[in-house]
């Protein structure tokens, strides 16, 4: 049975920082994947922030997060982490990671998918708030 075991929410002020952890069982990042983090707040529609492969190259960053979110593997620990750093009130959200085997070739040539609904594994989603 495949697990992502999501950890690292909370709330913070403005400018502040918080790491999420994806950790897997049952299945492996290592392998070839895209894995995503993936965030929707009340009345918005779910929207992926930070996409990559496994297998090495580019990353995705929606522009809502780039330069000041990253996303990162420890392969050892099987757990994909997204490093969040001067979070402002509309990062407020619950977030999710998210897994799909996708082959080497298909990745070269389209890149990992943005959109969720092309994901097939996830995480249990964790509230992240950002308020003074």
């Given at each position: 049975?495949?697990?992502?075991a999501q950890s690292g929410g909370g709330s913070v002020q403005p400018g502040g920082?918080?790491?999420?952890?994806?950790?897997?069982?049952?299945?492996?990042?290592?392998?070839?994947?895209?894995?995503?983090?993936?965030?929707?707040?009340?009345?918005?529609?779910?929207?992926?922030?930070?996409?990559?492969?496994?297998?090495?190259?580019?990353?995705?960053?929606?522009?809502?997060?780039?330069?000041?979110?990253?996303?990162?593997?420890?392969?050892?620990?099987?757990?994909?982490?997204?490093?969040?750093?001067?979070?402002?009130?509309?990062?407020?959200?619950?977030?999710?990671?998210?897994?799909?085997?996708?082959?080497?070739?298909?990745?070269?040539?389209?890149?990992?998918?943005?959109?969720?609904?092309?994901?097939?594994?996830?995480?249990?989603?964790?509230?992240?708030?950002?308020?003074?």
């Amino acid at each position: 049975q495949v697990l992502l075991a999501q950890s690292g929410g909370g709330s913070v002020q403005p400018g502040g920082s918080l790491r999420l952890s994806c950790a897997a069982s049952g299945y492996s990042f290592s392998t070839r994947n895209c894995v995503g983090w993936f965030r929707q707040s009340p009345g918005k529609e779910r929207e992926g922030i930070a996409v990559f492969f496994t297998g090495g190259g580019s990353t995705y960053y929606a522009d809502s997060v780039k330069g000041r979110f990253s996303i990162s593997i420890d392969n050892a620990e099987n757990t994909v982490y997204l490093q969040m750093n001067s979070l402002k009130p509309e990062d407020t959200a619950v977030y999710y990671c998210a897994a799909v085997l996708r082959p080497r070739q298909v990745v070269a040539e389209t890149g990992c998918p943005v959109l969720g609904d092309e994901y097939n594994f996830w995480g249990q989603g964790t509230q992240v708030t950002v308020s003074s």
